[in-house]
């Protein structure tokens, strides 16, 4: 609970900073925005560390292990991929922001190749 209370205090921290620095000038407002979801994302990452070692712990001896990898690496992508894109529609790039998360999109089908395989190589087996 204390965590959360941190990353809302963060986030309110910075949104009254960003308000600020836009009445002032608006031209740094957009750091003190980047700053704020720098900080956010970090905090993201550290609280995700805990919950990758549990995955990786109970799929170790699997075959599950390499699919639950690529799910992971494709969340990864995701999260990175939306938060460079809202830094884009922060600066009002709303198209860069649109095109990065397209391409994020395609590298995650780029990922999931493998296990889209191995399900068809399952089905045509099953069906033999």
């Known amino acids: 609970m204390n965590e959360i209370i941190k990353i809302c205090g963060v986030a309110f921290v910075g949104l009254v900073a960003t308000a600020v620095m836009r009445g002032l000038n608006k031209d740094f407002s957009g750091f003190a925005s980047i700053a704020t979801g720098i900080v956010l994302f970090g905090f993201g990452a550290v609280s995700l560390y805990p919950i990758m070692e549990y995955i990786e712990k109970i799929t170790e001896n699997s075959s599950f292990a390499a699919y639950m990898e690529t799910v992971v690496k494709a969340m990864g992508i995701a999260a990175v991929a939306e938060s460079a894109a809202d830094i884009c529609r ?39």
Not at 98 to 125: C, D, H, Y
């Open 90 to 128: 922060d600066f009002g790039e709303n198209a860069i922001g649109a095109r990065l998360e397209f391409a994020a999109k395609g590298l995650i089908m780029l990922l999931a190749l493998p296990i889209i395989e191995s399900l068809l190589a399952l089905a045509f087996g099953v069906m033999k």
